[in-house]
């Protein structure tokens, strides 16, 4: 979140209610969000370094990483050029029915995944909308890669927008404006002006987005029709072995999605950090 | 700063409205497009398969034993972990903000992690922390606490899911809250308590809700993590949307799409009231500042 004018204020003095709500909330912190996180690695490597190793060289394994990043690869790009898009026509022009498109956008954030893999099936399944028409072409698109794809895409469709919409706003049309009189063209102007202005934002949104894409389970298990070697994706191939009781293995290959997140939380730390010390 | 301000009077003055920026017809055209091929029409899909239906057989299929015990738990662990969720994003809220303590910007990156962290891998770690031999797990078994395989599981995996959206909806407007108000507070009379309560709470009053909306919505929904804590026993702790995976494992698409027809119509409602409520915290922050 952008904090244009971050008020100055002394810090309290080191009193009763000051250390027992710092003590707290550090409680909670360890309970809920550390010991989870220390639980992945520790659960990872119970059965040693070799065993951890293994379980990731699983051609299994292998193949789910893969296709994890394929989904990604087309998922992010096309939620990066549509979210730019979306925020410069809702932050720098003024039309009809604005306020409802940016409440559309939000959309995908409140349906639950297993309801958007759902409406997947709807229309491209065997019984749905195109599934005729695609078994005469021999397309597949549910339990295929193109489903598995098109439900990452639905799952983090609103997250590089829902990071540019509110710091495209809070600066305003005004820099374009006066780029637009000095007589520069659309494109100049969002290269020159827009771009150095949201680079930050876009750049967070995109990580964000890439560790949602990756790691998305609801949707893409509803979709994928689970086969292995073919349509698991990382999170899938951590159901399957965990189902298996395989425990350390499911772990193992979970400690990656962990080192993910963690990368991206951190990543997101150090450009707030940056950003705060050079306005 | 904005660079009209700046600009020499005679090119503002040459048209008195700014002009127009380029771009409008080709960005909405591609947002509109995307958005109604990735979204709005696959959701058409769900909303007409509904009226396919008849009234008696999506009745039938929504009010079986099974789909409403699976929808009040969903609902009802939701509610009570967006409410729990309201006082610790609250807590931590006040303490990021208020408070320097060493190592703050670490547990400010730590509390986006149920953002960022797949819903499978939460599921499975919190279950090995609770399950009976886990690392809380063992303390709390003993006294007949079982949370994993139980619905308290799925309140505590909604609890972990939902920790961000409070804190991050809170934390701005605390930040940008004028020192002035509590100082004026505390200068007519007020204690630290009445200062908060009466004073800093209605001001994150509207974001303090807008947070629970969110968190509210997103439990609602919430599948990756649940479904390996839960133990997902029907009419005891299988949420809605296992039903739903449930019916189209069965080919029963009917049925699934009536529990997901309702499932929908709730996030559609909660997508509203959030909307209705970031417009009332823009009103009021406005006001304060």
């Given at each position: 979140?952008?904090?244009?004018?971050?008020?100055?204020?002394?810090?309290?003095?080191?009193?009763?209610?000051?250390?027992?709500?710092?003590?707290?909330?550090?409680?909670?912190?360890?309970?809920?969000?550390?010991?989870?996180?220390?639980?992945?690695?520790?659960?990872?490597?119970?059965?040693?370094?070799?065993?951890?190793?293994?379980?990731?060289?699983?051609?299994?394994?292998?193949?789910?990483?893969?296709?994890?990043?394929?989904?990604?690869?087309?998922?992010?790009?096309?939620?990066?050029?549509?979210?730019?898009?979306a925020?410069w026509a809702v932050t720098k022009h003024r039309f009809w029915g604005r306020s409802m498109l940016v409440s559309l956008i939000?959309?995908?954030?409140?349906?639950?995944?297993?309801?958007?893999?759902?409406?997947?099936?709807?229309?491209?399944?065997?019984?749905?909308?195109?599934?005729?028409?695609?078994?005469?072409?021999?397309?597949?698109?549910?339990?295929?890669?193109?489903?598995?794809?098109?439900?990452?895409?639905?799952?983090?469709?609103?997250?590089?927008?829902?990071?540019?919409?509110?710091?495209?706003?809070?600066?305003?049309?005004?820099?374009?404006?006066?780029?637009?009189?000095?007589?520069?063209?659309?494109?100049?102007?969002?290269?020159?002006?827009?771009?150095?202005?949201?680079?930050?934002?876009?750049?967070?949104?995109?990580?964000?987005?890439?560790?949602?894409?990756?790691?998305?389970?609801?949707?893409?298990?509803?979709?994928?029709?689970?086969?292995?070697?073919?349509?698991?994706?990382?999170?899938?191939?951590?159901?399957?072995?965990?189902?298996?009781?395989?425990?350390?293995?499911?772990?193992?290959?979970?400690?990656?999605?962990?080192?993910?997140?963690?990368?991206?939380?951190?990543?997101?730390?150090?450009?707030?950090?940056?950003?705060?010390?050079?306005? | 700063?904005?660079?009209?301000?700046?600009?020499?009077?005679?090119?503002?003055?040459?048209?008195?409205?700014?002009?127009a920026l380029?771009?409008l017809h080709?960005t909405l055209g591609?947002t509109l497009?995307?958005l109604s091929?990735?979204?709005?029409?696959?959701?058409?899909?769900?909303?007409?398969?509904?009226?396919?239906?008849?009234?008696?057989?999506?009745?039938?299929?929504?009010?079986?034993?099974?789909?409403?015990?699976?929808?009040?738990?969903?609902?009802?662990?939701?509610?009570?972990?967006?409410?729990?969720?309201?006082?610790?994003?609250?807590?931590?809220?006040?303490?990021?903000?208020?408070?320097?303590?060493?190592?703050?910007?670490?547990?400010?990156?730590?509390?986006?992690?149920?953002?960022?962290?797949?819903?499978?891998?939460?599921?499975?770690?919190?279950?090995?922390?609770?399950?009976?031999?886990?690392?809380?797990?063992?303390?709390?078994?003993?006294?007949?606490?079982?949370?994993?395989?139980?619905?308290?599981?799925?309140?505590?995996?909604?609890?972990?899911?939902?920790?961000?959206?409070?804190?991050?909806?809170?934390?701005?407007?605390?930040?940008?809250?004028?020192?002035?108000?509590?100082?004026?507070?505390?200068?007519?009379?007020?204690?630290?308590?009445?200062?908060?309560?009466?004073?800093?709470?209605?001001?994150?009053?509207?974001?303090?809700?807008?947070?629970?909306?969110?968190?509210?919505?997103?439990?609602?929904?919430?599948?990756?993590?649940?479904?390996?804590?839960?133990?997902?026993?029907?009419?005891?702790?299988?949420?809605?949307?296992?039903?739903?995976?449930?019916?189209?494992?069965?080919?029963?698409?009917?049925?699934?799409?009536?529990?997901?027809?309702?499932?929908?119509?709730?996030?559609?409602?909660?997508?509203?009231?959030?909307n209705?409520?970031?417009a009332?915290?823009?009103?009021?922050?406005?006001?304060?500042?």
């Amino acid at each position: 979140m952008s904090s244009v004018s971050r008020q100055h204020r002394p810090a309290p003095p080191l009193g009763l209610s000051r250390l027992v709500l710092t003590g707290a909330a550090l409680v909670l912190v360890a309970l809920l969000l550390l010991l989870p996180l220390a639980a992945v690695f520790v659960e990872a490597l119970r059965k040693g370094w070799e065993a951890y190793l293994a379980a990731l060289r699983e051609p299994d394994a292998w193949s789910a990483i893969k296709l994890t990043l394929l989904a990604a690869a087309i998922a992010v790009p096309a939620n990066l050029i549509f979210g730019v898009c979306a925020a410069w026509a809702v932050t720098k022009h003024r039309f009809w029915g604005r306020s409802m498109l940016v409440s559309l956008i939000d959309l995908p954030f409140s349906v639950s995944p297993v309801v958007a893999g759902l409406v997947y099936v709807l229309v491209f399944g065997a019984h749905g909308w195109l599934g005729g028409w695609l078994q005469q072409h021999e397309l597949k698109v549910i339990f295929a890669v193109p489903g598995i794809v098109l439900a990452t895409i639905f799952v983090t469709f609103p997250l590089v927008a829902r990071e540019l919409i509110p710091l495209m706003q809070a600066q305003g049309p005004e820099e374009e404006q006066a780029a637009a009189i000095l007589g520069a063209s659309g494109w100049q102007t969002f290269w020159r002006v827009t771009l150095p202005n949201i680079r930050w934002g876009v750049f967070y949104g995109v990580i964000l987005c890439n560790a949602r894409a990756m790691g998305e389970f609801g949707a893409v298990s509803v979709v994928s029709g689970h086969i292995r070697g073919q349509t698991n994706t990382i999170p899938l191939h951590v159901e399957v072995l965990y189902n298996e009781y395989q425990s350390s293995a499911a772990f193992a290959v979970a400690s990656l999605l962990t080192l993910l997140a963690l990368a991206t939380v951190f990543i997101k730390s150090a450009l707030e950090w940056y950003r705060d010390r050079s306005p | 700063m904005s660079l009209a301000t700046t600009l020499p009077a005679p090119l503002l003055r040459a048209g008195k409205t700014p002009p127009a920026l380029p771009g409008l017809h080709l960005t909405l055209g591609i947002t509109l497009l995307y958005l109604s091929l990735v979204v709005l029409i696959p959701l058409c899909a769900l909303v007409l398969k509904t009226f396919t239906l008849s009234w008696s057989d999506f009745l039938a299929a929504v009010t079986s034993p099974r789909v409403l015990a699976s929808l009040r738990l969903s609902f009802g662990a939701a509610l009570i972990a967006a409410t729990v969720n309201a006082f610790t994003g609250l807590l931590l809220a006040w303490v990021m903000v208020r408070y320097p303590f060493p190592g703050k910007r670490v547990v400010d990156a730590m509390i986006d992690l149920p953002f960022a962290l797949p819903t499978a891998v939460a599921g499975i770690s919190l279950t090995a922390v609770l399950a009976g031999n886990g690392w809380i797990g063992q303390f709390l078994e003993p006294h007949g606490i079982k949370v994993a395989y139980t619905p308290l599981g799925v309140v505590v995996a909604l609890i972990f899911i939902g920790l961000p959206f409070v804190v991050r909806a809170v934390q701005p407007v605390l930040e940008q809250l004028n020192p002035e108000i509590e100082e004026a507070a505390t200068c007519l009379g007020a204690g630290p308590f009445a200062c908060f309560a009466r004073v800093v709470l209605p001001l994150l009053l509207p974001a303090l809700i807008t947070g629970y909306a969110m968190a509210l919505a997103r439990g609602i929904g919430e599948y990756g993590s649940i479904i390996f804590i839960a133990g997902n026993m029907p009419l005891v702790s299988e949420i809605a949307p296992l039903v739903i995976v449930g019916k189209l494992e069965q080919y029963d698409y009917a049925g699934a799409t009536a529990v997901a027809s309702v499932m929908l119509i709730a996030s559609f409602a909660l997508l509203l009231l959030i909307n209705a409520l970031q417009a009332w915290q823009r009103r009021s922050s406005g006001d304060l500042q």
